[in-house]
Each structure stands twice: as C-alpha cells, then as structure tokens.
C-alpha cells in the first residue's frame, strides 16, 4: 500500500491543477454584461445573447470566447431580434458602391 501513496499523490496534484486550470478559464468567460454600448446614450442597445458566429444555434448569456472555435462571441441586439426573417438585404450604400 505504501508504495501506491507517491503514484496516488501525483495523480491528485495533476486533477488539481486540470480543475484549477478548467476553473479559471470557465470563470474568465462568465464575466456578465447587460448591455452593449454603441456610443451614443440614445441609440444603446440591449443585448439578447451572444452567439459564435460558427455555431450559431448555440446562445451564451455572457460574453466571451467561444468554447467550439475559440473566437469572441458576437452579440444578438434587441433591435434586430425580429429582423432575421430568411430573407437576404443589402444596404443600398453597399448596391452604390
């Protein structure tokens, strides 16, 4: 049995340290925040949720980096919840150019 007591020791600081690590980083991402500012105090806008432009099913109450590609998750703003009907617009700056 004694000779198990080093091996056992090892295997728990290496679990530590994995779930310190894990810790860490999940609280990194946890940071909340209600809104997204865009300058101007009138025109604020409440985010719904933050998604990974990769899987965009997939909703995050908070911002962050993405658990499935690692990039900043992007915010879904109040105003254009109801925007995304299926079909395609283009800014009629973009049509000039």
Known sequence: MRRWTPI????????AGILLTWLVMHRRTMAPIAAVSTGDAATDKKALYWYDPMVPQQHFDHP?????MDMQLVPKLADTAGADTGTVRIDPRQVQS
């Open 8 to 15: 056992f020791i090892v295997l728990g600081a290496f679990a």
């Open 64 to 68: 962050g980096k993405s658990p499935y």
